[in-house]
C-alpha cells in the first residue's frame, strides 16, 4: 500500500518554463490537496478537490492550476514558473467527512521546486 | 490574516519534561482540530485529531479543547529526543475541505 505517490521528488526550473508535478493515492479517498510550505510560512493550500470532478482554489492559487484526472490522480500545473514558486509542494488526501479517519490527511512525500 | 495561529519556537525542555504546545484559530464554528508532527526533511503525519471539548489522550499525548476559548493544545508527557519535531496545528475550514495549517512550533527535547 503506496498511499500517496508524488513526482518529481526534485525539480529545478528556469524562469517562464513550465512543469506539472503529480500525485497519485491509492486510499479510495475522495479529497485531495497541493498545498506549499515556505520556511515561516507553514502550509499553505494551493487547491483541493472535494471529489472526481470539482476543484477550488485555496489560499494561494495564482500562478497555478490543477486537473483531477479521475479518483486517484491530482496533478499541479505551473505553467510560466517564477523564482517565488520556490517551495516544497506537498500532495494530500483524505477519506470522506463522514466514517473511520474522518478528515485525516495523508501527505505525500513532497517535491521540492527551485526556480532560477 | 492567519487563522490559526501557534507561536513558532523553537520550544526546548529537557528529556522526560512535559512539553506544552498551544494553538489558536479564529473559525468559532470550527469542530475538528488536528495536530501533525513533521520532522525535518519529511512530510507531516498525524498525532492526534480532537473534536470534542476537554481532553483526550492517547500514549503520551494529550489534546485538550477549549471551544469557548477558541484554543487547542497538545501535551506531550516524558518527552524524549524524538519527539523533536515541528508540530502543527491544522483546522478545517467549516463546511468546506479546506484545512487551515498554522505555522507550526519546533520542539527541541535536549538529551
Known amino acids: 500500500n503506496a498511499g500517496v505517490t508524488q513526482t518529481p521528488k526534485f525539480q529545478v526550473l528556469k524562469t517562464g518554463q513550465s512543469m506539472t508535478l503529480q500525485c497519485a493515492q491509492d486510499?479510495?479517498?475522495?479529497?485531495m490537496y497541493w498545498y506549499r510550505q515556505d520556511p515561516g510560512m507553514g502550509l499553505r493550500l494551493i487547491y483541493y478537490?472535494?471529489?472526481?470532478?470539482?476543484?477550488d482554489k485555496g489560499e494561494v492559487p495564482n500562478g497555478y492550476n490543477v486537473s483531477r484526472l479521475n479518483k486517484r490522480e491530482f496533478s499541479l500545473r505551473l505553467e510560466s514558473a517564477a523564482p517565488s514558486q520556490t517551495s516544497v509542494y506537498f500532495c494530500a488526501s483524505s477519506p470522506p467527512a463522514l466514517g473511520p479517519g474522518a478528515n485525516v490527511l495523508t501527505f505525500g512525500a513532497g517535491s521540492r521546486l527551485t526556480v532560477l | 490574516q492567519k487563522e490559526v495561529e501557534q507561536n513558532s519556537g523553537p520550544l526546548s525542555v529537557p528529556e522526560g519534561a512535559i512539553a506544552s504546545l498551544n494553538c489558536t484559530y479564529s473559525d468559532r464554528v470550527s469542530q475538528s482540530f488536528f495536530w501533525y508532527r513533521q520532522y525535518s526533511g519529511k512530510s507531516p503525519e498525524l498525532i492526534m485529531s480532537?473534536?470534542?471539548?476537554g481532553d483526550k489522550e492517547d500514549g503520551r499525548f494529550t489534546a485538550q479543547l477549549n471551544k469557548a476559548s477558541q484554543y487547542v493544545s497538545l501535551l506531550i508527557r516524558d518527552s524524549q529526543p524524538s519527539d523533536s519535531a515541528t508540530y502543527l496545528c491544522?483546522?478545517?475550514?467549516?463546511?468546506?475541505?479546506?484545512?487551515?495549517f498554522g505555522t507550526g512550533t519546533r520542539l527541541k527535547v535536549l538529551a
Open positions: 478537490s472535494a471529489s472526481e470532478g470539482t476543484t
Open positions: 480532537i473534536y470534542s471539548n
Open positions: 486510499m479510495n479517498h475522495n479529497s
Open positions: 491544522a483546522v478545517p475550514t467549516s463546511g468546506t475541505y479546506k484545512y487551515i
